[in-house]
């Protein structure tokens, strides 16, 4: 190839790809104002709920499918959420140690894979288990922020998980509001087949039937509240619990890293307990004593770059 043609063939790709980048801003331009538009509508819920915090929660329930979405006002500015997320490292470890503070999660490493970095996680009970007995789990990691658009997006999917469940989907979108603080969009939804259906159903129905959610379904509030149950109640506690995850994983991020794990356990745990109606599962210490555990086991078997921090008890 002579150099006149290799100049138009590299000018060409440079022009695609330029396109092609202009057409991810305008796309995330687009989406952080749609954010942004949302943190407008919702502004009453906001100030005003039964959570004491500027939040607002909603869920579905289709057919074989349930979805969860957390829209809240986090006291961070944009740019150090940006940072925390968005590095190529440090961003999908962190992910792992927001997972990792779920009880239900007993082991979280960032590995690669065909479509590019993974999260391999072990899925099992809320109290001690051996990692060996935990579901594995496989999430594909997908980064879909535009710094520049002041837009964050990341994506985790995996297309199997227990109990024949499928197409989980945790996203997490963000876009600045002032100088300290942030807007933040958590959406966690999952599939299912008929197996699954009834599996779930009988535990709603007997070890799971005290269970309930966020919805208050007294309208007008009664004395005594009426909550959402069932289905809908299982994702919104495990919405909460991944919200609250993040929350307690962006305040650690200020303090030096031999603090950060258990600034991380204890605020969340604290955070959850304010819930306790719905989200309390085991005690404080219980839970300090499993995830310190965990944390200790994931750093034996080598993986300290993906979790770091102080694992005394």
Known sequence: ????????????????????????????AG??????????????????????????????????????DIYAVVDYPYPDIGRAFNDPDRGPA???????????????RVVSGKPGKMLSARIGRKHEQPVEDAYDMEF?????????????????????GPFSTRDYLIAVSVVGIDANRSFLHLSYSLGYGFAARTA??????????????????????????????GL???????????????EAFLNATYLPADKQLTRRLTRWYDATEKYARQLHEV???????????????????????????????
């Not at 009453?44 to 499918?65: G, M, T, W």
């Not at 962190?94 to 979280?108: E, R």
């Open 94 to 108: 962190g992910l792992c140690q927001i997972m990792m503070l779920h009880p239900n999660t007993k082991y979280c």
């Open 1 to 28: 190839m002579n150099i006149r043609v290799w100049a138009r063939v590299v000018s060409l790709a440079a022009l695609v790809l330029s396109g092609l980048l202009w057409g991810a801003a305008v796309n995330a």
């Open 140 to 160: 594909s990691y997908r980064n879909n922020s535009v710094p520049g658009a002041g837009y964050t997006r990341i994506e985790l999917k995996a297309d199997t």
């Open 283 to 313: 005690d404080r210490q219980e839970y300090l004593d499993m995830k310190y555990d965990e944390h200790r086991r994931l750093q034996n078997t080598g993986e300290q770059a993906v979790l770091q921090g102080d694992v005394k008890r």
């Open 232 to 246: 809908r109640g299982v994702i919104e506690r495990n919405t909460m619990r991944y919200y609250l995850a993040i």
């Open 200 to 229: 779930m159903k009988v535990y709603l129905g007997t070890l799971g039937r005290s269970k309930v959610g966020f919805t208050r379904l007294d309208n007008p509030p009664e004395p005594e509240p009426r909550y959402i149950r």
């Open 31 to 68: 989406e952080a104002e749609n954010l942004r538009q949302k943190f407008t509508a919702l502004r009453p819920h906001l100030e005003n709920n039964q959570f004491q915090r500027p939040l607002y929660l909603n869920s579905a329930e289709l057919d074989y499918s349930i979805r969860g």
